[in-house]
């Protein structure tokens, strides 16, 4: 653990502006300055359109910005290769998206496996167990054998949610994560990331629709339009 | 490690893709397969050929000839001179290869080489008021026995019977047939220079070759000294070699040394030779293109996974794989295509040698039944192996590359 990890911010964007070079360009987000803490737990909130997935891209270094700069644990990203980008998102990074995005052809086991085998920091039979601690934590150990199909959808956003963790990040990024849960459901995720953040200390960003799931972070980002309407602490 | 987990993803990938899988697979197989037995038909093909051509003529031939004519001996005087000399004929000479008996002698003195001194010539042979113009051979049947096939291709009588009967001659058996000519008939043998002997047909031979076997005649070369009006001449010598490989270049050699045209059985097949090369392109030609359409098959499997699976591709690359990575777990499939192909192509390839072995040809006037000449060898193996291989390595560069370029956000953005 870094001593000044406290200070420096985790994440952090400093006149950020995406633009997509269509016929006509598109401004996904303008002018964003924003400085998330470790161990923070944020909802990013707004209007449909108004830049909040777009956000959740720059903030995970799935895009890069036309304009201004993206850090990552005090590092200015800007001049990283995709490898190397794609080296912070494998260690530091976990995304959960509004569709579970897993891999038919593999076990629910295998699913969150994979990260931790491309990262390849621990052995076969660490990551076997690691896995399965995962699936445990999230209450589907018992479907680790059956391919993500055969699974509710609530389960297959636990999977989801469960390989976002494998390799351990210190940040998860999610992006509506109960978007397509029933309501049972959708309290079940809710809590998982509230607990993701108060008991393990992980930083945590979620753009969600849902007023319940927003009002559970302590911190809220408001879009409209591309720019940060809002940023409140309570 | 991330090269276990490329594979892995790889296989599971192309298993969940299972009838696809097999079909590109089976592509694959049969190009390997067809390219095997027919390379082993080929090949087999072309070496018994060459056998042939080996059995039923001497591996070399020096002949009474010069392959440029003398130069004028003006020419030879003023070597450096301006001259011009127009109208002029090539010097006649007693035709004939001087000294043939000695150079017989020095030559068979060689181990595993026979050499014969033969003399050629054309006669008319008439019978029963018919007549048929025919090549005649003089030659020793002790020796000829083993220079060409002629006696294996014995009907009636043989080549060694000239030995015991004076003025004997062997006949083929369209000559024979053509002239009503039966063993122990007397028929007349007319000389271009108009000498006129009468002549016994001791033996009646058939190859198969309509050129021998209608127009040529063998007798002792005495014999044919005296019809031709050549006492003493031999205006051939032929020679077989242990190694016929090397033929070329003794041919050369002995040129060089005696002067005389010497032409070894790869010049005089010259054009034959090369249409095996023209046979071996065809061959080829058509096994590459049984590839390239299962390289399609492949191509097209990759290319569709590769479609389908742009999402699955987006979030592996969000998780942190990278490019490279993606790339390989699709050149990997391509990987296993070819070599699943390659092995089944093996069996099937055997399969099918197994069959063209067992087909039998009755060619009508051949008594034993023919088989197809095979020659089955690792090359044929190797090489459809490596066809497969690199074709379907090839076939899945393309979409590999492709899937490699895929910029995650585009494919999340659009699917959210
Ligand atoms: N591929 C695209 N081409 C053109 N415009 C796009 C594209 N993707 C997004 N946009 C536009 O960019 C803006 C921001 O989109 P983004 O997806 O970030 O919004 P969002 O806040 O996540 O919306 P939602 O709540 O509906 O998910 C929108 O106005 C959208 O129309
Ligand atoms: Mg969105």
Do not use: C
Not at chain 1, 105 to 125: A, C, I, W
Not at chain 2, 155 to 175: A, C, D, N, W, Y
Request: no cysteine; glycine share 10%.
């Amino acid at each position: 653990m870094n001593a000044t990890a406290g200070e420096v911010p985790v994440i952090e964007l400093r006149g950020v502006t995406r633009i997509l070079q269509e016929a006509v360009p598109v401004t996904l987000v303008r002018d964003i300055d924003l400085s998330i803490r470790r161990g923070e737990f944020v909802s990013v909130t707004g209007p449909s359109g108004s830049g909040k997935s777009s956000l959740l891209y720059l903030l995970g270094l799935l895009d890069l910005p036309t304009k201004g700069h993206v850090f990552i644990d005090g590092e200015d990203t800007s001049g990283y290769s995709v490898d190397k980008l794609a080296e912070v998102r494998l260690a530091k990074l976990g995304f959960v998206f509004q569709f579970h995005f897993l891999l038919p052809e593999f076990t629910v086991l295998h699913n969150v496996t994979l990260p931790m085998q491309r990262l390849g920091r621990l052995d076969d039979d660490e990551i076997h167990a690691r896995g399965m601690a995962l699936l445990k934590d999230f209450e589907i150990d018992d479907q680790a054998k059956k391919r993500p199909d055969q699974l509710s959808g609530g389960q297959r956003q636990r999977v989801a949610v469960a390989r976002a963790l494998a390799n351990d990040p210190a940040v998860i990024l999610a992006d509506e994560p109960t978007g397509n849960l029933d309501m049972r459901n959708s309290e079940i995720v809710q809590g998982i990331f509230a607990d993701l953040a108060a008991k393990q200390g992980r930083t945590v960003i979620a753009v969600t629709h849902d007023k319940d799931f927003a009002d559970a972070a302590p911190r809220n980002v408001h879009l409209v339009d591309g720019r940060i309407d809002s940023d409140t602490r309570r | 490690m991330f090269w276990r987990v490329s594979i892995g993803i790889a296989a599971a990938q192309l298993s969940y893709r299972r009838r696809q899988t097999i079909v590109s697979t089976l592509g694959v197989a049969l190009g390997v397969g067809f390219f095997v037995a027919t390379s082993a038909l080929m090949s087999g093909s072309e070496q018994d050929m060459v056998r042939r051509l080996l059995d039923n003529a001497p591996h070399i031939t020096i002949k009474d000839e010069f392959r440029a004519a003398a130069p004028q001996p003006v020419f030879m005087a003023f070597p450096e001179g301006a001259v011009t000399l127009s109208s002029t004929k090539p010097r006649e000479y007693l035709r004939g290869i001087k000294n043939h008996g000695a150079k017989v002698e020095e030559l068979s003195q060689q181990p595993g080489v026979i050499a014969e001194a033969a003399l050629m010539g054309q006669a008319i042979v008439r019978y029963a008021s018919k007549d048929a113009s025919a090549g005649i051979a003089g030659i020793d049947p002790e020796k000829e026995r083993f220079l060409t096939t002629i006696e294996d291709n014995m009907r009636e009588g043989s080549l060694m019977r000239l030995k015991t009967s004076s003025q004997g001659m062997v006949i083929g058996r369209g000559m024979a047939t053509r002239l009503g000519l039966g063993m122990d008939d007397l028929a007349t043998v007319v000389s271009p220079t108009g000498l006129v002997r009468r002549m016994k047909v001791v033996g009646i031979f058939r190859t198969g070759n309509l050129l021998l076997d209608e127009g040529q005649a063998y007798m002792l070369i005495k014999d044919a000294q005296v019809l031709l009006d050549k006492p003493f001449i031999a205006n051939r010598i032929r020679i077989k070699i242990a190694d016929p490989d090397i033929a070329e270049d003794i041919a050369a050699q002995l040129e060089a040394r005696w002067g005389y045209r010497t032409e070894s059985w790869q010049e005089v097949n010259r054009d034959f030779l090369g249409l095996f090369v023209i046979r071996n392109v065809i061959t080829y030609s058509i096994v590459g293109a049984i590839m390239a359409v299962a390289s399609f098959g492949i191509f097209n499997i990759i290319s569709t996974i590769v479609m389908e699976k742009r999402r699955d591709i987006a979030i592996l690359m969000s998780m942190g794989f990278r490019a490279a990575d993606i790339q390989w777990i699709f050149l990997v499939q391509g990987v296993f295509v070819g070599l699943i192909g390659m092995v089944l192509g093996w069996g099937i390839g055997l399969v099918l040698l197994q069959m063209l072995g067992s087909v039998e040809i009755n060619v009508p006037g051949l008594m034993d039944t023919q088989r197809l000449p095979l020659a089955i060898g690792f090359f044929q193996f190797g090489i459809g192996g490596l066809f497969a291989v690199s074709s379907a390595v090839a076939a899945a560069w393309f979409p590999a590359r492709k899937a490699a370029q895929v910029r995650p956000v585009d494919i999340i953005r659009g699917a959210t």
